[in-house]
């Protein structure tokens, strides 16, 4: 079946450094694709989102890169913080109101 | 705003107990989710709704109801508590389904034993 999923387990990144955290998708009629961040003991918590007729789009110290191509979408965080450790998901609008989440990908910053 | 408020945080139960799992938004959203998450895995969608008096099973229905009276509140019900229900349980909404980020509360803590 159709799934979203995360090519890396844990991401160990030194203060300071850029992150890139990614994510592969199956549906290739999926439109719509959000990243959350998951902090210990706290419910997800949105950072951004990309809908298919974009190839990029930045926020606060973050950037989504979408390749629809090869249907590959990436979380790139700039000058991490320690307050950025946390569980990165993406997540796909999987048809019937739903949307499909990726197991998470844990990102540990190092000080 | 407060957001999506779920309660209890934690909680314990002995198998073959029910109990009851609130969530409630006030946010006027009309989709509302519950989905339980593993050590280690993604979020499994349980339940959700589209609006108050229409419910529809996800992934993983099988051992909970839920109900949809209100726009504001959708309880989650475990009628006989199974050691595999152990988990962390998420409640989430939004105003449009699949197009829009849903919302989630801090989650409740369970554990069957």
């Known amino acids: 079946g159709e799934s979203v999923g995360l090519h890396l387990p844990t991401l160990s990144v030194q203060e300071g450094d850029n992150s890139i955290i990614n994510c592969a998708y199956s549906?290739?009629?999926?439109?719509?694709f959000i990243w959350y961040k998951q902090e210990s003991g706290k419910g997800p918590q949105f950072i951004i989102d990309i809908r298919s007729n974009m190839d990029k789009r930045q926020g606060q110290r973050v950037t989504v890169l979408l390749n629809k191509t090869v249907k590959h979408l990436s979380l790139q965080i700039a000058a991490t913080q320690p307050g950025d450790s946390a569980v990165y998901f993406c997540a796909e609008n999987g048809g019937n109101n739903r949307l499909a989440f990726g197991k998470g990908n844990q990102v540990v910053v190092i000080p | 705003n407060a957001g999506v408020t779920q309660t209890p945080k934690f909680r314990i139960l002995k198998i073959g107990q029910s109990m009851t799992l609130q969530c409630t938004q006030d946010m006027n959203h009309n989709y509302m989710y519950w989905y339980r998450q593993d050590p280690g895995m993604g979020l499994k969608l349980i339940y959700y709704s589209v609006g108050a008096g229409i419910t529809d099973k996800g992934e993983v229905p099988n051992g909970y109801n839920v109900s949809r009276s209100t726009t504001e509140d959708f309880p989650l019900r475990l009628e006989l508590a199974a050691p595999s229900q152990t988990s962390v349980y998420f409640c989430a909404s939004n105003l449009q389904g699949d197009s829009q980020p849903q919302h989630f509360g801090d989650g409740t803590r369970l554990s069957i034993l």
């Open positions: 549906n290739s009629a999926s439109d719509y």
